[in-house]
């Protein structure tokens, strides 16, 4: 099913993943087309939850992929599925700001062409797939160091 995806032009493929170390997150997220990798996005931020990463990463890739005019379906693989899905909960929620932004993205994408279509792939950690694992890698190797003089107790 994989391969299938990867054979279309019109498919991107966003792998997203996100970590967080001594306080510092790393998300990051690679678009692919015709099995071509084609953007890596990746930020830093401080003091943030690991939803707030996780999100900011899916967005990432979704505004990144939805720019592109010839891209009618979107793939996202992630493996925090639970995140993924606050983006389409209604309810009250402190990661609105978020959800709001990817919504108006996708918004612009479905109404670029009504066919458009996105899904929503779960790939744990565990799974060993080489997309996955390579962007969990990068996530997980940053080695943050402190901007800030910090005094040691």
């Not at 990051?28 to 930020?43: E, F, R």
């Amino acid at each position: 099913m994989v391969l299938e995806a990867f054979s279309f032009n019109s498919t991107a493929i966003v792998v997203s993943d996100a970590s967080i170390k001594n306080d510092i997150a790393t998300s990051i997220s690679y678009v692919h087309i015709a099995n071509q990798p084609l953007i890596k996005t990746l930020h830093h931020a401080v003091l943030v939850t690991t939803t707030e990463v996780e999100l900011f990463a899916i967005r990432c890739g979704i505004n990144q992929a939805s720019s592109k005019d010839n891209v009618s379906k979107i793939v996202v693989v992630t493996d925090s599925i639970h995140v993924a899905k606050k983006i389409f909960n209604s309810m009250l929620h402190p990661y609105q700001g978020q959800a709001v932004a990817i919504l108006n993205n996708l918004h612009q994408f479905f109404t670029r062409n009504q066919i458009n279509l996105i899904e929503f792939w779960e790939c744990p950690s565990q799974l060993d797939w080489n997309l996955y694992k390579v962007i969990d890698r990068d996530a997980k190797l940053f080695n943050p160091l402190p901007t800030f003089p910090s005094k040691m107790l």
